[in-house]
């Protein structure tokens, strides 16, 4: 079975550039997270969906940052404007239903804003 | 406030020795806790999980140990091998947030030949 699925995996912008990172999660996975890893502050959780409706936003920085659900197959994060503070690993992980199930995680866009 | 944390940021053993890795929690009410490894370039990888109400479960070669009294944490992997070499995680999750996972900061674990 496939995995949770994200694109691009790596993406070079300028400072000022709009960013899209899209995720694909596990088929019949009912929840999905948006994080993002630096060195400096680790493992942060940005949003989470369950059953495509936005739960828990207050992981997301300012209003520069933006994440959809759409449908229950996809979902993108997107910065607009890009900064440089904003370089990181952005990791997205899905779940079934019940509190205690275990997240799994895709393989990470790294990005980089130069 | 909401915090998990890791006493050890990086741990060097010698191959087929055995691993302990630490973590404290801090709150009471989390219910579920995950132990993940990471390796470069890669996602967290689930190792294994413990709910509230065991003190102890165990994987092939790995254990995981939960004292509720202190708040406390561990990983134990049995005859390290160096594919175990990776950063650690663990996560709490505090039941009623829909599945919401707080992470401590991560053990780097080092294998040496």
């Known amino acids: 079975d496939a995995g949770v699925i994200q694109s691009p995996r790596h993406e070079v912008t300028e400072m000022g550039q709009e960013v899209t990172l899209r995720c694909k999660p596990i088929?019949?996975?009912?929840?999905l997270f948006w994080y993002r890893q630096t060195m400096m502050r680790g493992l942060e959780l940005l949003i989470y969906?369950?059953?495509?409706?936005?739960?828990?936003d207050s992981g997301m920085p300012e209003d520069r940052f933006s994440a959809k659900m759409p449908n229950a197959s996809f979902s993108t994060l997107k910065i607009q404007p890009s900064e440089p503070r904003d370089s990181a690993v952005y990791f997205c992980?899905?779940?079934?239903?019940?509190?205690?199930?275990?997240?799994?995680f895709g393989p990470g866009t790294r990005l980089t804003v130069l | 406030g909401e915090s998990v944390g890791l006493h050890l940021p990086t741990l060097s053993v010698q191959e087929g020795d055995n691993s302990i890795i630490n973590c404290a929690y801090s709150?009471?009410?989390?219910?579920?806790f995950i132990w993940y490894k990471q390796e470069s370039g890669k996602g967290p990888q689930f190792i294994i999980d413990?709910?509230?109400?065991?003190d102890k479960r165990q994987g092939q070669r790995v254990t995981v140990l939960l004292n509720k009294t202190v708040k406390h944490l561990s990983l134990q992997i049995a005859a390290t091998q160096p594919g175990d070499s990776a950063v650690y995680f663990c996560?709490?999750?505090?039941?009623?947030?829909?599945?919401?996972?707080?992470f401590g900061q991560g053990t780097e674990l080092s294998v040496k030949p």
């Open positions: 992980a899905s779940k079934a239903s019940g509190s205690t199930d275990t997240q799994y």
């Open positions: 088929s019949g996975h009912n929840s």
């Open positions: 969906f369950n059953n495509n409706v936005p739960i828990d």
């Open positions: 709150n009471s009410a989390s219910d579920y």
């Open positions: 413990i709910r509230s109400n065991m």
């Open positions: 996560a709490e999750n505090m039941g009623n947030q829909g599945g919401k996972l707080i």
